[in-house]
Every structure is written in structure tokens, then in C-alpha cells.
């Protein structure tokens, strides 16, 4: 009785482990994800670099060495993104990100995240523009067909975008947007997420995603 009992608790254990790691949505709890919203870890890329050169061939102008948000891309053929460092200008801690074009989150922990229908997914941005110019929060869905999802065949997935979550013009000074996305039940079924901003010279900060 005493064996059963502690392998009992070890699987709570181990549950409870798995839940809070980053690598789970649990049931009726809420998880907030760090996704580098306030882009204060940075990498730096430089001219001998693949990814700096790809950018390069296709026109972008970049530093010497160009300071990339960790974990966030460009993904459209003309862009500009800069990590700017002022405390003062910043919502929060010591950077922000200027930039027109479009990113999207990407890392080894959230690509492993699976996402299931009726998962609701709750977006905050913080963002300004002294021109008030328009910007948009939306996802890349990633999806499988039925037999993927049953674990039959062993197919890739495919992409499809998200309806744009946030579609606003930032005013001037600081604000935060917030849009709620419910996963939908469909065919293919949507397995994973990426979280993509769309900027005019727009001013992010302190971007955040929870899922529940």
C-alpha cells in the first residue's frame, strides 16, 4: 500500500513538474510564457553570418553588427528592426523595439508547445508611434490533417495566419492592447502558434501571451 501510495505521488509530482515548465498548458491553470517581450535578450549577428548575409543579399541595410531580439524574425522581403536601449523612452526595463515589417516569436521551447482546440489565448502588447501610424498582432497557425493527428502518418506541417488579432493605430504615448484568440476546432487541426507583429515604425514593449 505504502509502495502504490509513493508512486502515486511521484507521478503527481512529476505532473506538476512537466505543468510548470514551460513545455505544457495544464487544465485550468494559466500560463504565462516568456517570449522576450520586453526585448531585453539580444543577439548579435555579424556580416560573416549566414542569417546576416541572407538579409544582405536581399537589400536590408544592417549594421556591422546588427543587435536581433532573441527568439523573434523577420519574415517579409523589406523591413527595418532595432533594438533601442533607453530607460527613460522604454515602457518598462531598459529596451524597446522599434520597427516596420513583420517578426515572429520562435524558440526551441515554444516550438515544442502543442497547442489543442478551445485553447483561448490571450495576447498583451504595449506599444506607441508619435506619426500614429497602424500596426497588427495575429498568428501564424501551424496544422495537421486527421491522420497526422492520430499519429498514422508521419507528414509535415502545413501554415496558415491566424485573423488578425489587433488592428489599431498607436497613439503617442504608451498603451497596452489586449485581444483574446479561442483556438478553433477545424480540419486540420491547429497544433502550434506563432505570435507575429506587423509595424510602421511602430514603438513595441513588454509583449506578452498567456494560454489557459
Known sequence: MEEKMG????FLL????FCRSGYAVCAGEPKLYDINGGFEKGVEVTKYEGEYRKWAEQGIKLPEVWVRPYGWYPNCPDWTLEVVTDEKAAHSGK??????????????????LEIK??????????????NRATFKVMFYQYTVNE????GSVPAPRSIQSSPVLINEAAVPEWKQYTAKYVVPKAVPQVRRVNIVLIGNGTWFDDVEVEIK
Not at 529596451?95 to 515544442?112: A, C, E, H, P, S
Not at 482546440?117 to 508619435?130: G, H, L, Q, R, S
Open 95 to 112: 529596451n524597446f523595439l522599434k520597427m516596420t515589417g513583420t517578426i515572429y516569436y520562435q524558440d526551441d521551447r515554444w516550438y515544442v
Open 117 to 130: 482546440e478551445n485553447y483561448e489565448i490571450t495576447v498583451k502588447v504595449w506599444a506607441k508611434d508619435p
Open 14 to 17: 512529476a505532473m506538476l513538474v
Open 147 to 150: 491522420e497526422v493527428a492520430k
Open 7 to 10: 508512486k502515486k505521488w511521484l
